[in-house]
């Protein structure tokens, strides 16, 4: 529509077209006002009936709320209406109507459960508080890149498609490949180190991995965004310390770009970037800290995993983002290198949120013989990977990375109650559609 005008632009002197939903209809007798909403805000369209074509005004008023309409006019201030101006409508177009009876209410005057709206997230995404979110991710996403390229970084893509898991296991979707057996992928975690032996060296992906995990929490996607970097001769503090620098510039973007959205959120007065270099715990004082605070029902001892009470109890301690470094070599990934004066220590490290873990990170193995070893450690057959160990007989420099969870990032930014409304059409193991 060459000769649109979107309602924010809409100036009190000047002819105009606008298009959009129709959100609300007040008939007032003599005089009807229809609020025409679009993707910059709202516009009052003011109907006086004895002024205005009898057609016309049938038209206006019967229209049923959420319809798409084109309105041509002339602009005029008018203080009292939601904008400050409003049309007089020479013209009025129904581009497509809506159904009388809606599936859930876009102005949110009625409120819906979450699978209502995911399952009408085309009318959901009309709500000026779920809009926001997603122009809040799109800024996330868009500062991350450019952080990213600050470090110097590649952007690359990896195959979903794949033969064998990142990391063994069960927690694989298995598909049919021409006639063989084949994975969608956990994580580019493999193909990007691959890609720090080659010319690029340090390079970083923003896309989808799947996993087969049967969690049904607020907190975990079957399909979810994946933020990886990886870089050649870095060791795992650098890679801990890129990480910090681009979580930051995520929430410095949002800060900087997205003001209106934060109102519409209510977030102006709570939301900041966050200041000073994030604690580096190591795995032993994480531990430590946690059964200092009493708030879990069992004491953990070194080589147990964070369960999700433990993670909730450390970070209510310590109140910020904050890393955990030195895992236990036993709980990490084969492609995570031990310390070489502690063969029981890993270089592993997790970065948190207070309220969950958003990355996890460490500097990779890249001595071939110590890469099979880890391998025939965890079970797994070297030989269902050998078009990556191979490389590493071929000059692989030392490298680290992390991967953060895209969403994770933007729920906990946000202080949204369920992951699901990070996503637009998430997939968990009830949703498959839409």
């Known amino acids: 529509m060459q000769d649109r005008t979107y309602a924010a632009d809409a100036d009190p002197g000047t002819s105009a077209t606008v298009a959009g939903w129709v959100h609300e209809i007040r008939d007032l007798g003599g005089i009807a006002f229809l609020i025409l909403r679009d993707t910059t805000g709202k ?8 002024e205005l074509d009898e057609a016309l005004v049938e038209t206006a008023l019967d229209v049923h709320r959420e319809s798409v309409l084109r309105v ?19 013209d009025i177009e129904v581009i497509a109507p809506a159904d009388p009876e809606l599936p859930l209410d876009p102005s949110g005057k009625v409120d819906a459960e979450l699978p209502t709206r995911l399952d009408n997230r085309t009318l959901d995404l009309r709500k000026p508080e779920v809009k926001a979110i997603f122009e809040i991710r799109a800024e996330v996403l868009r500062s991350v890149r450019e952080a990213f390229r600050n470090l110097d970084a590649t952007e690359i893509n990896t195959p979903k498609i794949v033969a064998t898991g990142t990391e063994g296991g069960t927690e694989l979707f298995p598909i049919t490949y021409f006639g ?38 607020p907190r975990h996607l079957n399909e979810a965004t994946s933020i990886d970097f990886e870089s050649a001769f870095y060791d795992h503090t650098e890679a801990m310390d890129a990480c910090e620098t681009v979580v930051k510039a995520a929430y410095e973007g949002v800060a900087g770009n997205c003001a209106d959205e934060l109102e519409t959120l209510g977030l102006t007065e709570v939301f900041s970037a ?24 069992d004491v953990l001892v070194w080589g147990d995993d964070l369960s999700t009470e433990a ?15 030195d895992w236990p070599s036993e709980i990490k990934p084969f492609y995570i290198k031990d310390h070489d004066d502690d063969p029981e220590l890993s270089t592993g490290f997790d970065m948190m949120h207070p309220s969950m ?75 498959l559609s839409p």
């Open 274 to 297: 966050p200041e000073g270099d994030f604690p580096r715990l190591t795995y032993e004082e994480a531990i430590e800290r946690i059964n200092a605070t009493g708030e879990i029902d």
């Open 311 to 325: 993670e909730h109890a450390l970070g209510q301690d310590v109140g910020e983002h904050y890393f955990i470094t």
């Open 180 to 217: 063989r057996e084949a994975f969608m992928n956990q994580s580019p975690q493999l193909f990007k180190q691959l890609m720090v032996g080659s010319g690029l060296e340090r390079v970083f992906e923003i896309g989808p991995i799947f996993r087969a995990e049967e969690h049904n929490t």
């Open 72 to 90: 041509e006019g002339d602009v005029e201030e008018e203080e009292r209406a939601p904008t400050g101006v409003e049309v007089t409508p020479d």
């Open 357 to 431: 873990e958003l990355v996890s990170g460490g500097q990779r193995e890249h001595r071939h013989d110590h890469l099979v070893e880890g391998f025939e450690q965890q079970g797994l057959d070297p030989g269902a990977f050998e078009y990556y160990t191979k490389m590493f007989k071929y000059g692989m420099p030392p490298h680290a990375g992390w991967g953060l969870g895209g969403e994770r990032l933007v729920m906990t930014m946000l202080g949204l109650e369920n992951i699901r409304e990070a996503v637009i059409f998430p997939r968990d193991r009830q949703r």
């Open 43 to 50: 516009i009052q369209v003011k109907i006086e009936k004895d």
